[in-house]
């Protein structure tokens, strides 16, 4: 069974500081996505991480994979009052017709 | 491009009742994958469904079934309705053809509220 976990599971920053949220899975896996979810609404994609070593950003968020810990990151510069949301990272299951397996996701607050 | 769509957007049902959900994928998708997710939980798999046929099943029990039609949207049916199916249901839909990532794009998603 694929097990995925987040840390933190809360974060509470500062604007202007920079942290990094720790997404951990159990068996093999080389495909990793990135989700924001604001309250009450859907999944909006971040990113999507294929190879060991991805590394890809958009603004102030930058997400990276290392297949051989099993381990991908997501790193905040500069927070904003807008990155505050909460973040999920989802790896697939090949066996289950690539279904995404999710962490319970970082609930994000960014406070000034 | 018309992007997933979802309805109802709001469900009360009371316990024992049954309950259909619909999803239209995005134009050119012939994946579609359904997510439960509990409030202050992350999405946990249902089922998918590419062309027409159950592609993998997660851990839910048989009285989740879906569908999915010729034109590639798909039903959730939940029988037997019970308190703990309160939740968010959400629908991805995806194109394996489409390239290598299979990202999937979600819908808004349909709040079902079990009294």
């Known amino acids: 069974e694929l097990k995925v976990e987040q840390n933190p599971l809360f974060l509470s920053m500062q604007e202007g500081k920079n942290y ?3 997404c951990n899975y159990s068996t093999t896996s080389d495909r990793l996505y990135w989700y924001r979810q ?3 609404k859907s999944l909006e994609s971040l990113f999507v991480l294929l190879s060991n070593g991805a590394v890809k950003q958009e603004g102030r968020l930058m997400a990276s994979l290392d297949t051989k810990a099993r381990l991908s990151t997501l790193h905040i510069t500069a927070a904003v009052h807008d990155l505050s949301a909460t973040y999920f990272c989802a790896v697939v299951l090949t066996n289950s017709g690539y279904a995404l397996n999710f962490g319970k996701g970082t609930s994000l607050l960014v406070t000034p | 491009e018309t992007g997933v769509t979802q309805s109802p ?3 009360i049902k009371t316990r024992g009742q049954q309950v259909t959900l619909r999803c239209s994928s995005q134009s050119g998708h012939n ?4 997510y439960q997710q509990a409030l202050g939980q992350g999405p946990q798999f249902i089922f998918q469904y590419y062309r027409e046929e159950e592609n993998g099943r997660g851990n839910f029990p ?8 010729p034109n590639y949207s798909s039903e959730l049916n939940v029988n037997a309705l019970e308190l703990d199916d309160s939740a968010l249901y959400l629908c991805a839909s995806s194109s394996p053809s489409g390239g290598f990532s299979y990202e999937q794009y979600f819908g808004p998603g349909t709040r079902l509220t079990v009294t």
């Open chain 1, 20 to 22: 990094t949220i720790y």
């Open chain 1, 38 to 40: 604001d309250p009450g």
């Open chain 2, 9 to 11: 957007t709001h469900l």
């Open chain 2, 31 to 34: 994946t579609v994958s359904w």
């Open chain 2, 62 to 69: 048989p009285r989740f079934s879906g569908l999915q039609f």
